[in-house]
């Protein structure tokens, strides 16, 4: 008896989020969407960070990011001094990024979906890991060549207030707060709204230690 009932309620909560919080006109927090998939999720991980390594890049501006990128998928997006973009290579090995793992797809897929951006096809994981006070100024994601997909972002470990501005630099962003197993959607008309991430305070994840690690998958090519 408990082995179906086990199977339907784990496949009733890959698709329903414990609850959905509106942020915007087209952009929806979707609490603990990614719970379910973390055991499978955290292996492919690894794998993909022991191909491709965190690494600390470097602005057009010329300082140092305080949060450690990787990426996953046929496009990696990368920064030097020369600027902004996508790439097929990973610069640190000239070998091509580690492709897409199936989980980590299907959760940015099902997740779009569940925010009603159906056929969402990612072929970039951009991966952020912030240790306490690291932070991600406000920006907007434009290297992709299209906008028609949404931007879909996992948060891992320890919390964040992660910062959703307008379309204008100086709009006051709202603050909202992102917990291990949050998933953030957001496209349409909310695309290109700034977004950032506030420093992160010191603390200790029972599962992912003292860090938060990020997954930001979109349509780039
Ligand atoms: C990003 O915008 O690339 C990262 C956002 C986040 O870490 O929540
Ligand atoms: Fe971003």
């Not at 942020?23 to 960070?49: K, M, N, T």
């Not at 906008?147 to 948060?155: K, L, R, W």
């Not at 977004?195 to 860090?211: F, L, R, Y």
Request: with cysteine; net charge neutral.
């Amino acid at each position: 008896m408990a082995g179906p009932t086990a199977d339907l309620f784990a496949d009733e909560a890959l698709q329903q989020p414990a609850s959905r919080e509106q942020i915007g006109e087209q952009s929806w927090v979707l609490r603990g969407f990614a719970l379910p998939w973390i055991d499978r999720l955290l292996p492919e991980l690894r794998s993909v960070l022991a191909r491709s390594p965190f690494r600390r890049m470097v602005t057009p501006g010329g300082f140092t990011m305080s949060a450690a990128l990787s990426s996953c998928g046929a496009l990696g997006w990368t920064t030097d001094s020369t600027g902004y973009r996508y790439s097929p290579i990973d610069p640190n090995n000239q070998q091509p990024w580690p492709a897409l793992p199936d989980a980590l797809r299907q959760l940015a897929e099902q997740a779009a979906a569940n925010a009603g951006f159906a056929d969402f096809a990612p072929d970039a994981c951009l991966i952020n890991r912030y240790v306490p006070g690291a932070k991600m100024s406000l920006h907007q994601d434009k290297n992709e060549r299209h906008y028609t997909a949404p931007v879909v972002s996992v948060s891992l470990g320890l919390p964040a207030i992660f910062l959703f501005g307008g379309h204008a630099r100086s709009d006051t962003p709202q603050k909202v707060s992102l917990f291990h197993g949050d998933v953030v959607v957001w496209g349409g008309v909310d695309r290109l709204r700034f977004h950032g991430v506030m420093p992160i305070k010191n603390g200790e994840h029972p599962i992912m230690g003292a860090q938060r690690i990020n997954l930001t998958f979109r349509t780039a090519g």
